[in-house]
């Protein structure tokens, strides 16, 4: 029997490396980091199933550790702006960014 690419691997790869790109995108990086945990579990599942059958299981394990690490980061992230507008509010934040504009001469 001729091997098939395991399905979703090659998206579940794309998704973990998007999911840290954006991870300071106020939480879409958790989106597409959780998105791809989710399919590469369900991959897995069936990879194991038939191993034999499916090419392609490294793309999923670089996706879902590229997936872990961006949904971590995003998490994080998202938890520091929450403080940030629990803390400081909507106008201390707008006050801290002119303040580092005029410091940096933008």
């Known amino acids: 029997m001729e091997q098939q690419k395991l399905p979703n691997a ?3 790869l794309v998704f973990g490396i998007i999911s840290i790109v954006t991870c300071c995108c106020y939480g879409l990086g958790l989106i597409f980091g959780i998105i791809a ?3 590469s579990k369900k ?3 069936e990879y194991i199933a038939n191993p034999e059958l499916y090419t392609g299981y490294g793309n ?4 879902k ?3 872990i690490i961006g949904t971590i980061l ?3 992230y998202l938890a ?8 400081v509010g ?3 934040i707008m006050q801290m960014n002119e303040e580092m504009m005029r410091e940096y001469g933008m």
């Open 10 to 12: 090659t998206l579940i």
């Open 37 to 39: 945990i989710v399919l």
């Open 43 to 45: 991959a897995t599942v």
């Open 60 to 63: 999923v394990k670089t996706g």
């Open 65 to 67: 550790i590229l997936a």
């Open 74 to 76: 995003s998490a994080v």
């Open 80 to 87: 520091y702006v929450i403080y940030l507008f629990a803390t």
């Open 90 to 92: 909507a106008e201390g």
